[in-house]
C-alpha cells in the first residue's frame, strides 16, 4: 500500500523537552512538507523539502528543525524553543511528475505539551 | 501568492447540490486553482483542480469563469459523509507553497 505514515498519532510533551515526529512515504516523491495546524484554523506551513539534503524555511519554521537525508523520511524536530507547540502536524508529499498543488497527506501528529 | 476567500460555513441536506465559492481576485496567470477537504483530525485530501472553464470527476466539479477571479466547487447530491471543511487554494504549481486559508464548514443534515 502506497501512502504517507506519521508517527506517533498522539505526543505528549513536557516543557522544555525536544520531540521528533516522524513522517515517511513510499510514493516515490520528491518533494515533502511540515504543516501547522490550530484548532478552527487551516494550515501553516513550517518546512519543505524539494529533494534530498535540501530544505527550506516556511512560514512559522521558528522553534522547529528538519532533515532529509533520505527521500522517503522527512522528520521534524520541535524544539524547546518554539513556545506554543500544542498542535495537530500534518506532514505531506508530492511528485514533480504532476502539479505541486496536488500533495498527499499523512494522518497527522497530535502533539501537546503538559 | 493569490489570497482566497470562501464563506465560514454552510450547512446542506442529504441529496442536496452543494455549491461552494472561492474569491481570487488576484489569480496570476500561471496560477492553477485546487480544492482539498478535509475531516476533523485527519489530513487534508485533494478533491479537484483546473484551469479554465469547467472540470469534473468521480466526486466533484469545478467552474472557473473566463475571468478566473472567482470559483465554485460543486458537490452533487452530498450525504452526511460529505460534511468536512473545504479549502480553495490558488498557486502556480512551482512555488511548492500552498496556502491554507480558514476553509469552508460544510455541515451535511438528514
Known amino acids: 500500500d502506497g501512502g504517507i505514515t506519521q508517527s506517533p498519532k498522539y505526543l505528549f510533551r513536557k516543557e522544555g523537552q525536544n520531540v521528533t515526529l516522524s513522517c515517511e512515504q513510499n510514493l516515490n516523491h520528491d518533494a515533502m512538507y511540515w504543516y501547522r495546524q490550530d484548532p478552527g484554523q487551516g494550515l501553516r506551513l513550517i518546512y519543505y523539502?524539494?529533494?534530498?539534503?535540501?530544505?527550506q524555511k516556511g512560514d512559522i519554521a521558528e522553534g522547529y528543525s528538519v532533515s532529509r537525508e533520505k527521500k522517503e523520511s522527512f522528520p521534524l524536530t520541535v524544539t524547546s524553543a518554539q513556545k506554543n507547540p500544542t498542535a495537530f502536524y500534518l506532514c505531506?508529499?508530492?511528485?514533480?511528475?504532476?502539479?505541486?498543488?496536488?500533495?498527499?497527506f499523512g494522518p497527522g501528529t497530535r502533539l501537546t505539551v503538559l | 501568492l493569490a489570497k482566497t476567500t470562501q464563506p465560514i460555513s454552510m450547512d446542506s441536506y442529504e441529496g442536496q447540490e452543494v455549491n461552494i465559492t472561492c474569491s481570487h481576485n488576484n489569480i496570476a496567470t500561471n496560477d492553477y486553482i485546487t480544492w482539498y477537504q478535509q475531516f476533523p483530525s485527519q489530513g487534508p485530501r485533494f478533491i479537484i483542480q483546473?484551469?479554465?472553464t469547467k472540470v469534473t470527476n468521480e466526486v466533484a466539479s469545478l467552474f472557473i469563469p473566463a475571468d478566473r477571479k472567482s470559483s465554485t466547487l460543486s458537490l452533487p447530491r452530498v450525504s452526511l459523509s460529505d460534511t468536512a471543511v473545504y479549502y480553495c487554494l490558488v498557486g502556480d504549481g512551482g512555488s511548492y507553497k500552498l496556502i491554507f486559508g480558514s476553509g469552508t464548514r460544510l455541515l451535511v443534515r438528514p
Open positions: 505531506a508529499s508530492s511528485s514533480h511528475q504532476s502539479s505541486y498543488n496536488e500533495q498527499f
Open positions: 523539502s524539494q529533494i534530498v539534503n535540501d530544505f
Open positions: 483546473g484551469y479554465k
